[in-house]
């Protein structure tokens, strides 16, 4: 943990780089009385919401169709040690269609498999509209947060992203590896105006910025600054 940061601020940075890096989630909707589980892919919306591709023949999507309140949890990477001393966030609200292109371009970067189905006439793009939240960043590290806490400013970036992750993807591959913190590969898949998601095969990584951008060139300048 960054001991610069309050324990409230850490469990904040870590909820919020848990939304952005997750591409799966284990679904619960209601089915008869009863919780349902499933496992969907996952992308973020602008202001960190997931999103979620599913098909209109699934069990899931009737009960959302029937009731569209939902729970998503989503957990980190597996790795060393005790699964239960790793962040996991639990999210919970209503589901309901993400319309837009854009939703459409930052699930398929995400998730680039996606581009073999998501045109399917039964295939729609959903959203968690986040009510309430719980998250549990390991063994004495249940912090209560709001949505308000971890959300994303919102910033007129859509119409710019196609442009902006082009010239970072044109800059130098050792730099871009050095900000994500691992070895080169990477490919920037989307952003926000909090920072960059990148994307290497089935692994996710993100570039947070120190301040959020309020439009698309403070967002350059945000990643000029850290790629000096």
Do not use: C, Q
């Not at 970072?168 to 050792?174: I, K």
């Not at 960059?196 to 439009?215: I, K, P, T």
């Amino acid at each position: 943990m960054d001991e610069t940061l309050s324990p409230r601020d850490a469990a904040r940075r870590d909820a919020k780089r848990l939304l952005r890096l997750a591409r799966t989630g284990a679904l619960a909707t209601l089915d008869g009385g009863f919780p349902l589980n499933t496992l969907v892919g996952i992308a973020s919306d602008w202001d960190g919401a997931p999103l979620f591709l599913i098909s209109d023949l699934s069990h899931h999507t009737r009960n959302l169709d029937a009731d569209p309140h939902a729970s998503l949890l989503l957990t980190s990477e597996g790795g060393r040690g005790d699964p239960l001393n790793h962040p996991r966030l639990t999210l919970n609200g209503r589901v309901a269609r993400r319309e837009g292109r854009d939703g459409h371009d930052r699930y398929v970067r995400r998730n680039p498999k996606s581009k073999l189905y998501i045109g399917f006439g039964d295939m729609s793009l959903r959203r968690l509209e986040v009510e309430a939240l719980h998250f549990n960043g390991g063994f004495g590290r249940a912090d209560a947060l709001a949505w308000a806490d971890i959300a994303t400013p919102l910033a007129p970036l859509a119409e710019a992203e196609d442009d902006l992750l082009a010239r970072v993807a044109a800059g130098d591959d050792a730099a871009l590896a050095k900000r994500a913190g691992a070895k080169g590969g990477w490919k920037p898949v989307g952003l926000d105006s909090e920072g960059l998601d990148l994307g290497r095969g089935g692994e996710a990584a993100r570039v947070d910025f120190a301040e959020a951008a309020g439009d698309a060139a403070a967002w350059w300048e945000r990643w000029r600054e850290g790629a000096e």
